[in-house]
């Protein structure tokens, strides 16, 4: 079941803290305020690119105490003004307070009065949100990682893995993120090929302005993953900029690769899996000798004890 939970009593503290947080940067630097009973919006105005996020308070909160949606570095280290749609659970932001709260801000011509802008979204949920809702704002660009592309039965068929959202509506307005992206200037697809679900939501992102950038390895978190080691900053930089494409993502990407614990745990699990010693042993012997870490000696020590025996 890979359902985001609702959050229990034990996060309600954890939780009015943050939302206590956002109030006070929203009175200070723009606004906090509730989209129908389901989801908030945060908005810091700043420079004139306008970074447009979308989270869910479950994994904000994982990322400790004092965490804040993601993207908002940008404020402070790019000068972006930042609006941040947060939802409260596994909303698939499919809500009408949200889709006129889109409404409003395409009418009051909200998203012209920037020289760009720039949407956001990291897994299923909210880069599904991310590609969707960038309809609001023709020549965007989208920046979004391990997006889905619509849970409709009919168009994908394939994905099991969010039966409680099987009950929501997804045929009506921002329904197919793939078909709602036609107006984007450029779209940038973040997968993992190995996760074959989310590689096949990828696949449905189509068109001349859509570049699919493939993180092998990567998992079911990219966007953590990116997030933790300060490379989503440095992709959200490039794709302002002018200048993502595949061969500057795997650039940012590279010391990521060759360093990060987490990836390279994961690199390694894979290998195990795929059987065999020769590819285990590379990677163990590069995840040691990158980071120290003690996980990739046992793991060497148990391959060459296997290797030996079947020698």
């Known amino acids: 079941m890979n359902d985001m939970q609702m959050p229990d009593a034990t996060t309600r503290p954890a939780r009015a ?4 947080r956002l109030a006070q940067i929203g009175d200070m630097h723009g606004f906090f305020a509730p989209v129908g009973g389901k989801h908030h ?3 810091v105005q700043e420079g004139d690119t306008l970074l447009v996020s979308f989270d869910e308070v479950g994994r904000v909160l994982k990322n400790g105490p004092d965490a804040l949606p993601m993207g908002f570095d940008a404020v402070s280290r790019r000068e972006w003004s930042f609006l941040s749609l947060i939802a409260d ?3 698939w932001f499919r809500d009408a307070a949200l889709f006129r709260f889109f409404d409003r801000l395409i009418d009051e011509d909200f998203f012209e009065s920037f020289e760009q802008v ?15 809702y960038s309809a609001a704002a023709p020549e965007a660009k989208v920046f979004t990682l391990s997006p889905a592309a619509t849970l409709n039965r009919e168009a994908a068929p394939f994905e099991l893995r969010f039966r409680r959202a099987w009950r929501m509506d997804f045929s009506h307005r921002y329904a197919n993120a793939a078909d709602m992206i036609p107006g984007a200037s450029e779209v940038f697809v973040v997968y993992d090929p190995g996760e074959l679900l989310d590689a096949a939501h990828a696949a449905m992102f189509r068109g001349p302005q859509v570049t699919r950038l493939r993180f092998r390895g990567g998992g079911r978190d990219i966007g953590g993953l990116l997030e933790s080691t300060g490379t989503l900053d440095r992709c959200l930089k490039a794709t302002a900029n002018g200048r993502m494409s595949r061969l500057r993502f795997a650039q940012i990407v590279r010391r990521l690769r060759q360093t990060d614990p987490a990836y390279l745990k994961r690199l390694l699990a894979r290998a195990l899996e795929r059987g065999g010693t020769v590819l285990p042993l590379i990677v163990a012997r590069r995840g040691l000798a990158a980071t120290g870490d003690a996980h990739f000696a046992r793991t060497m020590m148990t391959l060459e004890a296997e290797a030996g025996d079947d020698a």
């Open 17 to 20: 803290e943050f939302f206590e």
């Open 41 to 43: 919006a945060l908005y």
């Open 118 to 132: 720039i949407f956001l979204g990291a897994g299923p949920m909210c880069g599904y949100a991310a590609a969707a």
């Open 89 to 91: 659970g596994a909303t």
